[in-house]
Structure formats: C-alpha cells, structure tokens
C-alpha cells in the first residue's frame, strides 16, 4: 500500500502542529467532539430529508474510550460518516479555515522570522480551532475508520504525521469491534504521543481529566457524549433555558462553578438580541475583587460559543476595558466555530455584540445604583476605579456611558454622591461643581480653601484616589457645570465684585512688599499674591495651568526620568489680614528707610525673605507637599524662637 502525501499547505500546517511547543493541545478534543457533532447533525438533516424512520435522533451519540493498556483514546460517533473519497479529501487536504490561516495578513507578512510565524500560527489555531489537525498535537499515530451512511464499506485512514497517510480498506467481518454494529459513524483512534520535555500526554486518558474537558469546552453540545456509562455534558445550556424556569440560586451557582468563586455574583445579567448579530449573552458581576484584578495575568472577556460550541474561553473583545470586571458568555449562531475564515466580517459582528453588551452593563449598573445604593456602593468600592479610568482613558470619550455611574465623597453629605445628585443640589449662585483633592477626607477637610468653601455653604466633593484628579480634568464639566478645584486660582472667577474691588486695594496697597517677597522666593512660586478666601491660615499654596498640585504628587510618585517637568505652577496666597503680613510689612519699611542691608543674618538673607521662606514652607507642609529643605526649615524656626532670648 503507497504512502499518500498531504497538500503543500496542509503538509506546513501539520508541521506546525507536531513541532510547536504550545500549552493549549487539549482543544484537540473539543475539535474532535465538534466534528462528530457536525456528523450527527448532517445524518439528522439526511433523515429528515429522505424520511428515513429507521434514523432516531435519541440513539445520536459520541463517545470516548480511552484505553491505558494501548496508550490510545478513541472518539468515536454515529455520525454521517465518510467514503473512502470523502476520507481522502476531508483529511488529507487541509481544512479551508486552516489555509485561510497561512494567507491571514499577520503570517504572510514576509519580514518576520518563521518562528514567530510559527507563533502566531499557532495563537490563531489556539483560539479558533483547526479541527482534525489538532490530533496531530498529542498523538503519533492517528488511525481514523468510518463507515458513510447507506454504504457497506468500511474504510481506515492512517497516518503518523508530515510524511502521509495510507488509506486500505476493511472487511466487514475482520473485527469484532462494536464500531461495525453502528449503520454508519467514525472512530478516531489516537495514539497517544510519550510524556517528556514536561508535556503530559497520558492525562488524556485519565476520566476526570476527559470530563474536565467535555465540561469546559463542548458542555453543551445537543448529543450526549458518554464516557462508559455517564454522560459527560449537560446538552442545555443555562442560558437557553426558559428564564421562568431558571432560578437565582441556578444562576449562582453556574457561575460560581464556571467561574470559579466562592462568592455569589452580586448582579446576573442575561439577554437576547435578534437582528443583524443574533446573540444570547449570560453575565455577572462579581461580589469581591479577583485576587489577581490588579496583576498582569488578570484577562478580561466573556466566555464566546457558536451555537453551544466553545470557540473561545476569554474574547478581550467582548467587553470594553472600563467593564473588564464583568464574567459571562456570549452564545451566537452567526459566528463559525472557525472565525479566523471571515476574519473582518466576524470582527465587524462581536464589535456589534460588544456595542450592544456595554449598554446592557450600563443598564444594569443604574438599576443597581438606583435600587440598591448599598449594594452599588460596596460594588463601586470594588471595581470604581475600573469606571474612572475608563472615564479618563481615550481623552474622555466615554464620558456619557460612565459619568452617571461613578461617586464621590462629598463634604456635606459627608457620603459617596453622585454627580448628578451633587448638580441637584447646587446653590442658585453656585457657578461650579467644587472639588478638592488630598490624601484623605480629615485631611482635605482642614485646607484653609476648603473651609472658605465650605463657609460659603457650597458642597465640595472631595478626591481621594489618585485618579481622580485626573478624571475631573478630562471631563471638564457636568451637565454644562464646570469642574473647579477649590485650590486653584481660577477660584477668583467666583468672587465677588465687590470681594474683587476690595482685594484689588489692598494689593496695591502691598505691592511693594509682594514683589519683594516674590524676588526673594525665586524659581520657587510663579506668582505671589493677596487671598481673599484664607480665614485662620497665614498662607496657602495654590496652582495655575493644567498640572494641579495634587496630580504633581501623582506624578511625583510615578517612577520617571524626569518628574520635574511635571511640577505645577504654584502660588504663594498670603492672608491680608493676618498679623504675620503686617509684621512683615512693618520689618520690611523699616529695613527700606535704613536704607541698610545689615538687616541680614547668618543665612546672608534679610528678615522678609527669611519669613517668606518660612511661610512658603508651611504652605507646602499644609497641602502635603515635600519641602525642599527640611534641616533649613527646622533651623529658621529654632532661630525664630531663640531670637528674643
Ligand atoms: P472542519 O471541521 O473545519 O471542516 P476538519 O479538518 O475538522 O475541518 O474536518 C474536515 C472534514 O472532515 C469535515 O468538514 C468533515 O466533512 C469531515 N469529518 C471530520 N470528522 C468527521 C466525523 N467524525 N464524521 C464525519 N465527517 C468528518
């Protein structure tokens, strides 16, 4: 008998499949199942067809028959099955999604290395599928006999890989295989591959190895597939059920088993769509942060089938990143279980899907919002910060999904509020939606800008995580109210003209002195000016332009080359009316009418620009910042308190 040789491109595939070293071999049997399924489909539609009664769907069955002694698992169906033709080009020519692979754009581009080719061949094949070849990953010898429906031929397909496969046809009577009893169907006989180089191969034929399986990839195939007297899959999937007849606790407990918690999920999401990308979709939300949300290895998606096969565990482009938390599938019967064949058009459907899914998310989240602040509160405690990065992520684009859906301290409320609750209750005078950032609650509390605010009777929300900030910045406004921090300058917009008249006076009442201290302060401050909001504090640091002094602490903290190209620009406020000014007024006229410079002490600095520094100093120390000298500063104060000795 001649050996035949396999197409060109099936013959590169194969290689592929038999040299790679690739971790996920076990969708071989998922292939495998999928194609019996098929078999059995096409047999049915054949029945139904030709009326033939002697046909039941009920004794449809696939079946797996591992056997430890020969190192072989069978698979075997009662399918449709093959004629010695069919054999001949179903498996000796590659499947068309499997050419389709080779002329995809990512492995025809010719600048890149055969092996990452080869890699990337092999990522496609991972995620889709490339059915029958996927035997060739785990076994040596791959014996297929089949019988073709209305036929009495028998025929055996054998090959060992690269080099060919012989066809020869079997007697009737030669075995007293149970496969002969069957009308029509195919056997595949893997030859299990040696364990080494770490690749455990025997563990196919162990039984909970074969249900782990059949539960992860092929559970809801319509045919049972049975492994001696179990079946292995459950044949309905939860999510096709009638919804009247699927109860909370069912829910939870697939996704607790699916998934893999301990926990209930806190929302059950489930829908169906008709139309252009017909899709059933079961989600949920889960009840506590995965262990690893925040590492690397954290991969988001849904769980994507096509008509209850699993095509893919995890399909990143299901879910949108602000949504990543979200578990589940999507099931549709658009998608071919080998998606990388129309590649664009597929695309072009789960973006469809995705679109549709996001909108159901945010539904939910507003229902849970509103009928469950508790709940949403401690699911926002969780996952909030997934909803502000994506409020920020894309310059912003996804502000009209996510701005209703995120919540903020608010100092009046002294809880978690929505912005729409905050605009709600804005005073009519009230300009701007107020914010203030900082470390902690108690701590913006005590900045003397906030008390200013806060005296005014106006509500401030106040930022606590380090995104936040950032957040506020990208979205600018609220329902057209403008965002503004009460440490920022652009606060003058808010005052009075009254307040304006009155600080306007006293500024150039003080001239002289400001441009003084400002002189004396260098590089340090860009602006040195009189503020009408400090009630008790003598000075406050305050920012102008887009970098904010909390985001300069964000930034600071970031591991970059250069974090000082991200300081803010600061302003040095000074209280008029605290007493500290006009002694510093006062020491100032003095040492101008001496006319002397023998004002300046050991530091070789006059008095004023001593007591600038220090005033600066505390401004920093009161917002948070670092101050440049420490040991400077300390020895400026002992020198203040030993100076009247
Ligand atoms: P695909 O399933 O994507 O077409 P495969 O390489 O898995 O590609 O299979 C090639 C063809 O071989 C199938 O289309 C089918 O016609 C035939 N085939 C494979 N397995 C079986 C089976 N168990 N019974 C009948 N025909 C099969």
């Not at 996920?24 to 078999?39: K, P, T, V, W």
């Not at 406020?573 to 300046?600: C, G, Q, R, W």
């Not at 620009?609 to 910042?625: C, D, H, K, P």
């Amino acid at each position: 008998m001649s050996k035949k040789q396999f197409k060109a491109e099936s013959k590169k595939l194969l290689d592929l499949m038999i040299n790679s070293i690739y971790t996920n071999r076990e969708i071989f049997l998922r292939e495998l199942i999928s194609n019996g399924s098929d078999a059995l489909d096409k047999l049915y539609y054949k029945s139904l067809q030709s009326g033939d009664s002697g046909i039941k769907k009920k004794d449809f069955f696939i079946e797996l028959i591992p056997d430890k002694d020969l190192r072989t698992l069978t698979i075997r169906d009662n399918g449709i099955g093959m004629t010695k033709d069919e054999l001949e080009t179903n498996l000796g020519t590659i499947a068309k999604s499997g050419s389709q692979i080779f002329k995809s754009e990512e492995i025809s581009d010719t600048s890149e290395s055969t092996d990452s080719k080869a890699k990337k061949a092999i990522d496609i094949i991972g995620q889709f599928g490339v059915g029958f070849y996927s035997s060739f990953m785990v076994s040596d010898l791959v014996t297929v006999t089949s019988k073709a429906f209305n036929s009495d031929e028998i025929y055996k397909w054998v090959s060992s890989g690269a080099d060919g496969y012989t066809v020869e046809e079997i007697p009737l009577n030669a075995s007293a295989s149970s496969f002969h009893k069957m009308k029509s169907g195919t056997e595949i006989v893997l030859h299990l591959k040696d364990d080494k180089d770490g690749e455990n191969y025997s563990t196919y034929l162990e039984d909970y190895t074969l249900r782990e399986l059949v539960r992860k990839y092929s559970d809801y195939i319509r045919y049972p597939i049975k492994l001696g007297d179990d079946t292995l899959n459950t044949m309905e999937p939860i999510w096709k059920r009638q919804k009247s007849k699927v109860k909370d606790e069912d829910y939870n407990d697939y996704y607790k088993s699916k998934f893999g918690d301990f926990m209930d999920p806190v929302r059950v999401i489930r829908t169906s769509v008709e139309g252009v990308s017909s899709f059933t979709s079961l989600m949920f939300i889960p009840g506590h942060v995965p262990f690893d949300y925040y590492s690397k290895d954290f991969e988001k998606g849904l769980t994507l089938y096509s008509s209850g096969v699993m095509i893919m565990e995890k399909c990143p482009d299901l879910l949108p990143d602000y949504f990543n938390f979200v578990q589940g599938l999507v099931d549709s019967q658009d998608l071919s279980l080998n998606i990388s064949r129309e590649t664009l058009q597929q695309n072009r459907q789960l973006k469809n899907i995705e679109k549709n899914l996001e909108k159901k998310i945010k539904r939910e989240l507003e229902d849970f919002l509103k009928n469950d602040r508790e709940g949403y509160e401690k699911f926002f405690g969780n996952f909030g910060r997934q909803l502000k990065y994506g409020l920020y992520d894309d310059f912003g684009i996804h502000k009209d999904t996510l701005q209703d859906l995120v919540l903020f301290y608010s100092s009046s409320e002294k809880k978690l509020v929505t912005l729409a609750e905050y605009v709600e209750r804005m005073k009519d005078d009230q300009k701007f939606i107020y914010y203030a950032s900082g470390e902690s609650v108690d701590k913006i509390d005590l900045l003397p800008q906030t008390e200013y605010i806060k005296s005014k009777g106006y509500e401030i929300l106040y930022l606590t995580d380090e995104v936040d900030e950032f957040v506020i910045q990208m979205a600018q406004d609220y329902k057209d109210k403008q965002f503004m921090s009460v440490l920022s300058e652009d606060m003058s917009q808010d005052e009075t003209e009254e307040d304006k008249a009155k600080l306007a006076k006293a500024e150039e009442e003080n001239k002289e002195l400001l441009d003084y201290i400002k002189e004396s302060l260098g590089d340090k401050v860009a602006e040195v000016k009189l503020s009408p909001r400090l009630t008790g504090s003598a000075a406050t640091i305050t920012n102008k332009g887009e970098i904010s002094l909390e985001m300069e602490k964000v930034l600071r903290s970031m591991p970059m080359a250069d974090s000082n190209q991200f300081q803010a620009e600061r302003i040095l406020e000074l209280n008029p009316d605290h007493e500290v000014l006009s002694i510093m007024k006062k020491a100032f006229y003095e040492s101008k009418a001496a006319n002397t410079d023998d004002d300046k002490e050991g530091s070789g600095l006059s008095k004023v620009s001593r007591y600038a520094n220090l005033l600066y100093n505390q401004a920093l120390l009161i917002s948070g910042l670092p101050i440049d000298n420490p040991v400077e500063f300390a020895r400026e104060i002992n020198a203040l308190i030993t100076e009247n000795k």
